[in-house]
Each structure stands twice: as structure tokens, then as C-alpha cells.
């Protein structure tokens, strides 16, 4: 099945567009405020990667943010994932590139592997980092949960890692990818003498 769908030019589009998904996900964990929010009602808190909001009165709709660059946690979480995201984009790019030629040059695109490996190794660093220091250094009150923004930050980065394995093993398909492999048809031949049919293999 896999050769299959790799031989197929089209197909192989698949692989920058999941790309483009983890960098659609990165952006919603980059601006998302629910990293870290109320489990239950009354709903007081939201944090995301750069502030942590904190409703004053239940009764009011007004919050108070503190930015969390005031820690050097926060800013080392949110510099390692931003930097991660921003070789995702690099990589990004250079899948397209890759695919558009119309020579595949298979050395370039384990290249593209490599380089999701590190952005994955950036983003669990900051997904690692926030939550651990987050409960140890800032106070929290009543029940909170890590929430979707977080989990949109995880579901990018499994994605990466995904498509590093594939960009990694590519060019162990390189023959099957540009049609180099013949096929080897199973053939019939009539024997005579037996009265019927005996099944032979055939190199074409």
C-alpha cells in the first residue's frame, strides 16, 4: 500500500500537507489562551503560553493578566517551542520545493527529516517546561486543567515526529518512488502432457 500511494505523484503531496497542518495547530497553541484553565465554575483562570489570566470577581468579566516573561521558565518555554515552530515553517518550505522539482533528490529530503527531529526535540522541550514549573512556581486555586490550546501544541508536535520517520525512510523507497522496479507478473503456461495448467514466474 505504500508503494503504491508513493508511486503516485499526487500522493506524495500528502506529506507537505501535513506539514501545513502542524504549523496550522503551532499557530492555535501560539495564540491560544487555554494552555492552562478552570476545570470547573466558576471559571477564574486562563493561561496561555505568554500570560496567565486571572478573573478578579466571579461576578465580573474583567481579567487580570501577568505576563509569564517575568519568568525565566516562561520565557525559555516559549522561546524553545517558538523557535521549534519556526523551523517547522523552514521545513515547510523546503518540502514544497522538494516535491515541486522534478528531480526528487532523495539526500535533500532525509535532510528535511533531520531537521524535523529538532523541531520536535524544541517543541517538547517547551511543552515539557511549561506545565512542570507553571504548578511549581505560580500559586493555583480550586481544580485547573491542561487545556485545548496545550493539547493543539502536543497533536502539532506528534505530527512532526510522524512525518520526520516518513521524510527519514523516503529514500529507502527510492526505486519504487521513481518507477525503477519492474514488475513481476505471474503467467499461466498450458503443460500438455499433465493435462493442465502449471503456474510459472517471469521476470519482464
Known amino acids: 500500500m505504500v508503494t503504491c500511494s508513493l508511486a503516485c505523484w499526487r500522493c506524495r503531496w500528502l ?3 501535513l506539514l501545513g497542518l502542524a504549523i496550522i495547530l503551532g499557530i492555535i497553541a501560539l495564540a491560544g489562551r487555554g494552555w492552562l484553565e ?5 471559571y477564574v483562570r486562563q493561561a496561555s503560553l505568554w500570560w496567565d489570566c486571572i478573573k478578579a470577581n466571579e461576578n465580573d468579566n474583567s481579567w487580570g493578566c ?4 517575568n519568568y525565566s521558565w516562561g520565557r525559555a518555554a516559549a522561546a524553545t517551542y517558538l523557535v521549534g515552530f519556526v523551523i517547522l515553517c ?3 518550505c523546503l518540502a514544497i520545493i522538494a516535491f515541486s522539482i522534478d528531480i526528487l533528490r532523495f539526500n535533500f529530503v532525509r535532510g528535511i527529516g533531520g531537521l524535523l527531529f529538532v523541531v520536535a526535540v524544541f517543541q517538547i522541550l517547551g511543552l515539557v517546561i511549561y506545565p512542570v514549573m507553571f504548578t511549581e512556581d505560580i500559586p493555583l486555586t480550586g481544580s485547573n486543567m491542561f487545556s485545548w490550546a496545550y493539547g ?6 506528534i505530527i512532526v515526529i510522524g512525518c520526520a520517520f516518513f521524510f527519514c525512510c523516503l529514500p529507502n523507497w527510492e526505486d519504487e518512488v521513481l518507477g525503477n522496479i519492474k514488475p513481476y507478473p505471474i503467467y499461466n503456461s498450458y503443460n500438455g502432457g499433465g493435462g493442465g495448467y502449471s503456474g510459472t514466474i517471469e521476470r519482464v
Open 15 to 17: 506529506l507537505p500537507l
Open 38 to 42: 478552570s476545570a470547573e465554575e466558576p
Open 90 to 92: 523552514i521545513c515547510f
Open 66 to 69: 501577568n505576563s509569564l516573561m
Open 152 to 157: 493543539f501544541g502536543w497533536a502539532s508536535t
